[in-house]
Nanobody, 124 residues
Framework: DVQLVESGGGSVQAGGSLRLSCASS????????FGWFRQAPGKEREGVAT?????????KYADSVKERFTVSKDNAQNTVYLQMNSLKPEDTAMYYC????????????????WGQGTQVTVSS
């Protein structure tokens, strides 16, 4: 099985930065696609960024976070990061890490594993 543990959330003022981490453990050898998702109260979960697939370094971003967020992966540490800069109040949400074995890595990928989430709160 696979375990995903997110960390790095917190409270910041608008314009600030946070870096989220997602540490994976267990049978990670078959994980090819990682994603970050978020869900704000009263809203549906939305994709934020993905990394991986047939091209391990391929990344995709939601339009709302392009040029502000960067997803990266450290294979040696089995950790995926989400660097979030120029944060806005509308970025406030619970952020979840997800992982899957699919070679097609998009927000619609069937992710097999999910973390418990880390809260990000941005005040104006």
């Amino acid at each position: 099985d696979v375990q995903l543990v997110e960390s790095g959330g917190g409270s910041v003022q608008a314009g600030g930065s946070l870096r989220l981490s997602c540490a994976s453990s267990g049978n990670t050898y078959n994980l090819h696609c990682f994603g970050w998702f978020r869900q704000a109260p009263g809203k549906e979960r939305e994709g934020v960024a993905t990394i991986g697939g047939a091209d391990p370094q391929s990344t995709k971003y939601a339009d709302s976070v392009k040029e502000r967020f960067t997803v990266s992966k450290d294979n040696a540490q089995n950790t995926v990061y989400l660097q979030m800069n120029s944060l806005k109040p509308e970025d406030t949400a619970m952020y979840y890490c997800a992982a899957g074995s699919s070679w097609s890595c998009t927000f619609k990928t069937a992710f097999n594993y999910w973390g418990q989430g880390t809260q990000v709160t941005v005040s104006s």
